[in-house]
């Protein structure tokens, strides 16, 4: 099961036929009764490939660009978000982001608010002068109202916090990669 939704949020789901979510399997929703309706209980199930197909919604991988200046940090966002099916580029620093983002485009910038050279707040200001179209998420593990207010300031889509848990990850990429479809 990867999501169930309460009695409130029931309405909405049984208008769903199926849920597409960037660089996800297909969701399809699945009703289980328990008797009484408070106890009623939605569920989401991925479709395997082939069903996927016949439900005509392949989606092209959204392009990421993870910048944070701790190697493992990078290189254990990179894999997980190449696992969930997103095209992942990396950099060091806002610096080298800022010579990929000259020359690549990008649906997401996620990137850590300290670092060396540049902070994550800069690179994103630098960010709307190149890109509109690309979405900046600010990741930090010195988390404050002050920094969070800057980095939305900046153009920061949204602020996660650091150790970074990678199922609120998918949900602020998912919310951001709407948001920038509308």
């Known amino acids: 099961v990867l ?4 009695p409130g949020m029931s309405r909405y789901v049984m208008q769903q036929h199926s849920i597409a979510l960037p660089g996800v399997n297909v969701l399809q929703p699945t009703y289980t009764p328990h008797g009484r309706e408070s106890q009623e209980a939605w569920s989401y199930r991925a479709l395997p490939p082939a069903d996927r197909e016949k439900e005509g919604s392949r989606m092209a991988a959204e392009r990421i660009l993870v910048v944070d200046d701790e190697a493992i940090n990078r290189d254990l966002m990179q894999e997980f978000l190449e696992r969930e099916g997103y095209e992942v580029e990396t950099a060091a620093n806002g610096l080298e982001a800022l010579e990929i ?8 910038v996620l990137s850590d ?3 060396p050279r540049m902070t994550g707040v800069d690179l994103l200001r630098e960010l709307k002068n190149l890109s509109h179209f690309t979405i900046g998420i600010i990741f930090t593990g010195h988390a404050s109202i002050e920094t969070a207010v ?3 300031k900046a153009g920061a ?3 996660v916090t650091k150790p970074v848990r990678f ?3 998918l949900l602020v990429l998912q919310r951001a990669l709407e948001y920038q479809r509308l």
């Open 3 to 6: 999501a169930r939704n309460g």
């Open 101 to 108: 983002l000259k020359r690549q485009t990008f649906h997401v």
């Open 113 to 115: 608010l300290i670092m």
């Open 150 to 152: 800057d980095a939305i």
């Open 157 to 159: 889509y949204d602020y």
């Open 167 to 169: 199922d609120e990850l």
